[in-house]
Structures are given as structure tokens and as C-alpha cells.
């Protein structure tokens, strides 16, 4: 059976996980495109529904056997890509406890950025971080920042939580924060395991984290240059800091 119909009830289901109030309430997440959907399935998410459109049933319906099946129209309406390749699927946004990482995390303290978020966490993936704190952040799982986290936001950890909460979480990790009155990044020696805090794109990190951070560093620039956009930044700290501890 071919779903012709907009008004369709799986349909309208899906048109609402653009809002994220409906991504809370129905816990899910769209994720689109044949590359994106293959890896989240070799990431081992929770896939609630594949949706496929007749053009690419026909050219590639063996791929997705439990598929349900849209005209191209309909697909077209519940697509965020300019030019869809006809896959979609409603994801289980996961239920991540709120407890201490085992090893060196970020710390996201009021990102708003879509973009941003997404290419912090495709480099944290690709890094090494796999813990991931977020407070007062822009929603991780839209569909920006699933995208331009290029899949890294199957394979690592959110947590969310209030400031007092993630603070008292991470009480005992060194707290690391990216700022421009910080100490230079590249002759600074962190702690084994340690945070590293990213803040705000235009106030940086809020004086309540900052009063808790045990070390403060900066990524030297030239005169010329007033700033670094914040997931260029969070990826140079990302690796620095890293980098006395890489073996090869």
C-alpha cells in the first residue's frame, strides 16, 4: 500500500518532529538520506519507522523490506532536504542518565547554534569524546544538527541538565574552559581526564560555569581576527588537548 495522503496520520506525525516540543512528546528524531539512515542502523538505534518514496522503492526496494511506502509528493512534504533521495526514519532519541563519564567529556553551556552543535559533536565522535553534556543548549536532535553531525550524534552520549545538575555530575573532573582571557591552549598541560566547557556563540561560557572551572585557555589568533566560530574552536581545543596523550 502506497500513503498518497498528507493528512495521513503517520504522516502528520512525522511533519510535527520539525518541532521539538513533538520530538519531546513522542521521544524521536528524524534522520534522512541513504547514508545516514544506513549508519544509523549499523549504530544500533532504535528505529521506529523507515519511510521510503516510490521512486526509490523502485530503484532500491530490497534495501528496506519493512519500509512504508509514500508517494513522491508526500515524501516531499516531510523532507527537510532541497532535493530528498527518498529514505527517512523516525529514530528513539535515547534516554541517557545523567551520571559521571569515565573518561575526558565536553561540556556544551548554552550553544544555540544548530550547525554548531552538529559539528561539535561529528568532532567529538571523531576525537574521542564520547560524553557529551549539554545545558541550555539548542536541541541536538534537530534536523541541522543531525545533519551536520554527519552520524557522530548515533555514536556518542548526550546528557542533559541543569547547571546546578551537570556541575555536581561532573564534581571531581577538572573543568577546562575555552576563553579569550584563558591561558594559551598550545603550552597548556591538561589532567589526564578532564571537561572541556564550549560556550555561548556570543557570550561564551556563563559566569556560573566559569566560577567553577579549574583551568581557563585560549586558542591564540591574530590581531585581525576577533574570533573563531564556536564548533572551529571546540574542534582545534578538542584535539590540542588531546594531543599529548595520542600514541601515533
Known sequence: MVITSKANQLIKKISSLSDKKYRRLYG????????PVNECLKAGCVIDTIVCSESFIDKFGHVYSNCVTVSDQVFKSI????????????????????????????????????????TIIRTANA??????YLIDCVDPYSAKSVRSSM????????????????????????????????????????????????????????????????????????????????GVSAGIAMYLLKSKFYKN
Open 28 to 35: 524521536l528524531y528524524v534522520v534522512e538520506g541513504v547514508k
Open 151 to 230: 552520524s557522530g550524534v548515533f555514536f556518542v552520549n548526550l546528557r542533559f541538565g541543569s547547571k546546578e545538575e551537570v556541575i555536581n555530575v561532573l564534581k571531581g573532573v577538572p573543568l577546562i574552559c575555552a576563553d579569550m582571557n584563558g591561558e594559551n591552549i598550545f603550552s597548556f598541560n591538561p589532567p589526564e581526564k578532564y571537561c572541556l566547557c564550549i560556550g555561548n556563540e556570543g557570550n561564551g561560557i556563563s559566569n556560573f560555569v566559569k566560577e567553577k572551572a579549574d583551568y581557563t585557555v585560549k586558542i591564540p589568533m591574530a590581531e585581525s581576527c576577533e574570533s573563531l566560530n564556536a
Open 127 to 132: 576525537a574521542g569524546y564520547s560524553e557529551i
Open 79 to 118: 523532507s527537510e532536504e532541497k532535493t530528498p533521495q527518498g529514505v527517512l526514519a523516525t529514530v528513539k532519541i535515547p534516554e541517557n542518565d545523567l551520571i559521571a563519564p569515565n573518561n575526558s567529556c565536553l561540556l556544551l553551556d548554552g550553544l544555540q547554534d544548530p550547525g554548531n552543535m552538529g
